[in-house]
């Protein structure tokens, strides 16, 4: 199977589940790895499709890797999801990829980040974040800012209070829209969280991935506080079905998302057609 990926992109890998860890009601991550170890080495913001046989396949960010696995968080959504939600360590899936461009990993470097995050939309952004925290020589202050709808629906609880606090020159601030007896932390919508913690453009880049509501104002947020487009990236990962630029699913105007993103700066979008 793996020589006739080789040939045939659209041909997956087979690989298993070999861990499955519950992050919300409705997301799960999961540990995907094949008998030769890790399926493929992608760059932080790719993505990979993974299938079920007769159930289907979908496209999903990967949100983080190990040496011999892939990790995928992935949301109840639909059929394929909820069949994945229902299988247990061993599963077998198909796997191909890694798909799409990846984050500017060279247009970062040297510069403080900022990353702004809602929901399941954190689960591309961490692939980043893990990168920048294993190669920290590269890169400068790290400030992530993360909401959710409930304490219940924050994804990566571990990282978000645990592992990513004790990272050198790291911040991590947590909202969710309304909390709990539990909660005591801050509440509000991430948007407004932003301009209240009122972070400074200079010598930033600015990534931020979430619900597309709050994308949309999150980017009216940063140009209040006076970030440009170009310091401003963001990810795509809509409409995408075979990954390799030949169904025309995911185009805007000439652009394939599947092959010129998911991810692309602000002032990259704006010269598209409105369509995301």
Same mark, same amino acid.
């Given at each position: 199977?793996?020589?006739?990926?080789?040939?045939?992109?659209?041909?997956?890998?087979?690989?298993?589940?070999?861990?499955?860890?519950?992050?919300?009601p409705d997301v799960k991550t999961f540990h995907v790895t094949t008998d030769a170890?890790?399926?493929?080495?992608?760059?932080?913001?790719?993505?990979?499709?993974?299938?079920?046989?007769?159930?289907?396949?979908?496209?999903?960010?990967?949100?983080?890797?190990?040496?011999?696995?892939?990790?995928?968080?992935?949301?109840?959504?639909?059929?394929?999801?909820?069949?994945?939600?229902?299988?247990?360590?061993?599963?077998?899936?198909?796997?191909?990829?890694?798909?799409?461009?990846?984050?500017?990993?060279?247009?970062?470097?040297?510069?403080?980040?900022?990353?702004?995050?809602?929901?399941?939309?954190?689960?591309?952004?961490?692939?980043?974040?893990?990168?920048?925290?294993?190669?920290?020589?590269?890169?400068?202050?790290?400030? $992530?800012?993360?909401?959710?709808? %409930?304490?219940?629906? &924050?994804? =990566? /609880? #571990?990282?978000?209070?645990?592992?990513?606090?004790?990272v050198e020159n790291c911040r991590v601030d947590v909202t969710v829209d309304r909390g709990d007896d539990t909660w005591q932390g801050h509440e509000g919508f991430v948007?407004?969280?932003?301009?209240?913690?009122?972070?400074?453009?200079?010598?930033?880049?600015?990534?931020?991935?979430?619900?597309?509501?709050? $994308?949309?104002?999150?980017?009216? %947020?940063?140009?209040? &506080?006076? =970030? /440009? #487009?170009?310091?401003?990236?963001?990810?795509?990962?809509?409409?995408?079905?075979?990954?390799?630029?030949?169904?025309?699913?995911?185009?805007?105007?000439?652009?394939?998302?599947?092959?010129?993103?998911?991810?692309?700066?602000?002032?990259?979008?704006?010269?598209?057609?409105?369509?995301?």
């Open positions: 199977m793996a020589e006739a990926a080789r040939v045939n992109p659209l041909v997956p890998q087979m690989g298993r589940i070999t861990k499955i860890i519950d992050e919300t170890g890790k399926p493929f080495t992608p760059l932080p913001g790719q993505l990979a499709m993974l299938s079920l046989l007769d159930v289907g396949e979908a496209m999903f960010s990967i949100t983080s890797q190990g040496p011999d696995h892939l990790e995928l968080a992935i949301k109840r959504v639909g059929m394929l999801t909820d069949a994945l939600h229902e299988a247990e360590p061993g599963q077998s899936v198909g796997i191909r990829g890694p798909y799409g461009n990846g984050f500017p990993l060279e247009m970062m470097r040297g510069k403080d980040l900022l990353f702004i995050g809602g929901g399941i939309g954190l689960a591309p952004v961490r692939s980043l974040i893990n990168y920048c925290i294993e190669h920290r020589q590269d890169y400068g202050h790290l400030w $992530i800012i993360y909401g959710a709808r %409930s304490p219940a629906d &924050l994804c =990566f /609880k #571990d990282d978000l209070f645990n592992n990513w606090p004790k948007p407004a969280f932003v301009e209240e913690l009122k972070p400074k453009p200079e010598g930033k880049v600015a990534i931020t991935c979430g619900p597309p509501i709050m $994308i949309k104002f999150v980017l009216q %947020s940063m140009e209040k &506080l006076g =970030f /440009k #487009d170009e310091q401003i990236v963001t990810t795509l990962e809509m409409r995408m079905k075979c990954g390799i630029g030949k169904c025309g699913r995911c185009n805007l105007g000439s652009c394939y998302v599947c092959l010129d993103g998911p991810v692309f700066t602000l002032a990259q979008l704006k010269k598209l057609p409105n369509e995301y």
